[in-house]
Every structure is written in C-alpha cells, then in structure tokens.
C-alpha cells in the first residue's frame, strides 16, 4: 500500500517535485476531492504541490470524507477545508464564486464516474459541482473508478463534454484495482498529477468561453436606471499650500468617470462632480468641476437630493492652513512647518444627510489590510456598500486601465476578478440597479 508520508516517497517522485518547485511557485490550486478510494492519494499530491511552492485550498464531497478526514487535509493545507455549499461563516468570508476564481487551476483528484457525470451535465447540488459550474478557471480531472465504469459509453460522453468545454485529463492508470479487477480505472500517481498540473498552467488557464455561450454573459443594463438621479465623484483634490503650490493625489479620474458614462448609458441622471483631472467630460452627464476637497463636499450637497450617491473621488483627508503668500525660502536653515487641518468626510455627510440618497457607494482605497479597513469605512462612514481596491506599491490601480475590487456590504464580501475599468464601471451599475430593484427604489 501506498504512503501518504513524504519520507516514505519513491526516491524519483522527490525529484520530479524539486525540478517543479520552480513553476508552480505561488501558483494557487483548489482541489476537489470525490468520494472514491483513490482519496488517500491526494493526500500525496497535496503534500507535493505544498513542496513546490503552490497555495492549495480544498473543497471536499460528502462522499470524500468517508475516505479521508477533512482534518488531514486541513493539516497539510494548513487552511481551512470548504465542504458545505450553504455554510454562513464561509459565504461571509469567502463566496463559492470567489474559491472558484481565486484559483490559477482547479484539480479534481479524485474524479469519480458520479463526479464527472455531474459536472457533464451542470448540476450543482453541492459545493464541489457549484464551483466547477461556477469556475472561470481551467479544470484538471483524475479519473478513479472501476474499469467497467471507466469504459462506460455514458463516462465516455460525458468526458468528451467536459473536454469540450476545455476540461483537461490526466491518466487514468492502468493496474489492480481496490474491488480485485485489472484494468483501466486507477488515479494517476501523484507525481504524474503535478506534471499534469504544471503543464496545464504554462498554457493560459482563464477558460475561453466557446462563442456559442457569450451572448449568455452580456448584460444589458440599458434603462435600468431610468429616471434615478445618480451623484458620482471622481478624481483627486488639489489642496493649496500657498497661491502657487498644492497637495494632490495619483487619482486620474478614469475610474470613477467610467462610472458616470455607465450610469447614463443605463438611462440616469448624471450629476458627476470631478476634481482636476485630464479627461473630457463624459457626455451626457451634468460635470460640475472643482479643486479642494471642500469645494466637492459644497457641490455634493448642493447636488441633493438624488437616489444614488457614488464616491469614486480620491479626497485629501487634509488640507494646509491658509497662507496668503508664496512661502519664501529665504535663507531659513530648516523647512517651512505646514499646518494640516481635517477636511470634511463627503461621503459621511451624505450618508448621513437628511436628504440621504437611498444607496450611498464608497470607495476604499488601502495599502493594507484591504478588507478589514473597507469593511470599518462602510460602518464609520455609513454607506451601504464599499467598492474596495488594492492601491500598493505593485498596484497600478490609481492612473491604470484596470482595476480589481472586492464588494462590501453589510451581506459579505463579492470578489470580482481584474477588469478594465470600464466593465468594471458596467458591472457596478448593474449591481447598483438589481440593489435598487430588490430596494424597491422607484
Ligand atoms: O482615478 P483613478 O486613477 O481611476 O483611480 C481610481 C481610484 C483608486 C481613485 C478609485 O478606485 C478609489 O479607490 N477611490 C477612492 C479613493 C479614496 O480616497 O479612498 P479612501 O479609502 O481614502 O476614502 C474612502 C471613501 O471616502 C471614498 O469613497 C472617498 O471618496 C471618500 N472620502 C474620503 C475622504 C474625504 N474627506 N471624503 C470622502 O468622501
């Protein structure tokens, strides 16, 4: 029998795994786990790709955990193991959606004749099928089952369907199997599933949806904003030093001008107030332009009341106490000290002014600790859902093309894979009208 214990590994599998470390470093990979004997063997496989420097999260059937416990697997992960499709705490934390995107590949080892059936036809009766259904990702089968199941023509179909829904096929083996019988049926070797892994994630793993599917993807918002008045602000703050000089931030205004183009393209009344920035204005929009902070917290509330304020701006939290002349150097030995002053919160103040629109949207732009400080802004600041953005170092959200958020509300945390900003802007105003809708905004 097989060891699942890394010291126990055959002399040439540890090498195939170091000659691997390289490319599977920091890839992420969300196995599936079906319910046949072949389970302790992923155990391995789990062992191996932690070797090789991949994330590994774990979504086990029902049927898995009476091979395996989801503790060992939870072990050598070292994270939790997802097992139910309903389970509160994990739908707050992480979506079935999210663990279905997050992944670089999806392995499912291993992949039983009732597991593959299931993903063939669409059904998502648990966690393990919603996510293949969900996924965006390329999908790795390990087949595991008894010969005469293996050589099924209904196996056989519905591997062909799944292969051309670009799933991908490693082994299966041919051996002894546990029930007695020699054949074709036995879950390919660890060793040989991390081959498989690596070479499935050197060729692009998003999954082309076939053309015949697209038209079911596009969503048309048009009109389904008509007659709402939407408040968008976008863009930096200038905020003055002296006559000359002033404080400013990396914001080019493409995000939250996007926003505005998409909200009148869904038949709203646009007022978008934007700081300095150098786009054109949208068409179609009311742009009321502005330089400080303070002066876009005056058109804010001048552009009450409405039904949906959007807050894109970058807004300088601080602004310099006035200085009626250009400061001098003078031949002072030591700079200038500059007096900050607070600025007042726009957002907080519409989301708390008596004329307060019925859905007020904040940005969060963080460094760190991106969901924890998003979800206190949507609290402090009292909004009812916070668009939160990664603007580190390595980001090139403020100024870029793209953008990758992560949607806060009071229900959880939606995680939506990186876009241009301007499906992103169309995404948004979609889940903006469906929140209006289910609000009964009118
Ligand atoms: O303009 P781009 O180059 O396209 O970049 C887009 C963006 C990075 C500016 C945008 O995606 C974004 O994250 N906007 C929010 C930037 C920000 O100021 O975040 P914050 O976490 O500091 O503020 C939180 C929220 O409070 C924001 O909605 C902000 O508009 C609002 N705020 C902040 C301070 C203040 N005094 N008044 C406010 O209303």
Redo the contacts with the bound molecule.
Sequence with gaps: MKTANANHAPREDRVVSHVQAHNLKQKRILLIVGGGIAAYKSLDLVRRLRECGAGVSVVMTAAAKQFVTPLSFASLTQSPVYDELFSATTEQEISHIHLSRAADLLVVAPATANLIARAATGLCDDLATTVLLATDKRTLYAPSMNLRMWAHPATQENIDRLKDYGALFVGPDTGDMACGEYGPGRMSEPAQIVSAIEAALMHQTQLPLPQKFQSALSCDTTRALAGKHVVV????THEAIDPVRYIA??????????IARAAVAAGARVTLISGP?ALPDPEGCQTIHVLS?RD??AA?IAALPADIFI???????WRVAPVDQKIKKNGASSAPALTLI?????????ASSPQRPALV??????TQNLLS??RD?LIK?G?DM????D?GVTSD????ET?D?HIITSAGVESWDKMT?SALADRLIGLIANQCDAMGVN
């Excluded at 807050?311 to 939290?317: L, P």
């Excluded at 949207?361 to 963080?366: D, K, S, Y």
């Excluded at 916070?386 to 953005?389: E, F, H, R, S």
């Excluded at 959200?397 to 870029?400: I, L, Q, T």
């Design positions: 602000t976008s863009g930096p931030n990396r914001s080019s205004g493409k995000q939250g001008h996007a920035v902070a876009m917290h804010a807050g894109v701006a970058a807004v300088a939290d607070e600025n007042p919160d726009i957002l907080a103040t519409i949207v904040g940005f969060a732009a963080e400080a998003a802004k600041k909004c916070i668009v939160a953005n603007v959200v403020f100024g870029g953008n958020v900003k």
